[in-house]
């Protein structure tokens, strides 16, 4: 089992910047990839952004790129998602994911966290 906690989140005024963390423990092997997504009311859970092990390969959602820049630290086995120029239509609760390889896809992801609240006024 990998249990996964995300923070960062909270009430931000729209142009403003956030970092979201995401803390791994378990069982953590080696190699596993690492994902954020969100879910606003109302809507389907979304792809936002996803980084290899290495930090190597990063893939990230037409809506934040340029925006929003994903990291990660394995020596503290987190990972972070640096939120700049926030926009009113980025609130939502923002959830982080472990699996085997890069994906926009939630259903190739093993393990979720509870998520962060991310509200953005305009």
């Known amino acids: 089992q990998v249990q996964l906690v995300e923070s960062g989140g909270g009430l931000v005024q729209a142009g403003g910047s956030l970092r979201l963390s995401c803390v791994a423990s378990g069982r953590t092997n080696r190699g596993y990839a690492m994902g954020w997504f969100r879910q606003a009311p109302g809507k389907e859970r979304e792809f936002v952004a996803a980084?290899?092990?290495?930090?190597?390969?990063?893939d990230s959602a037409d809506s934040v790129k340029g925006r929003f820049i994903i990291s990660r630290d394995n020596a503290k086995n987190t990972m972070y998602l640096q939120m700049n120029s926030l926009k009113p239509e980025d609130t939502a609760v923002y959830y982080c994911a472990v699996g085997p390889i890069v994906s926009r896809h939630r259903g190739l992801y093993d393990y979720w966290g509870q998520g962060t609240q991310v509200t953005v006024s305009s």
């Open positions: 980084i290899s092990w290495s930090g190597g390969v990063t």
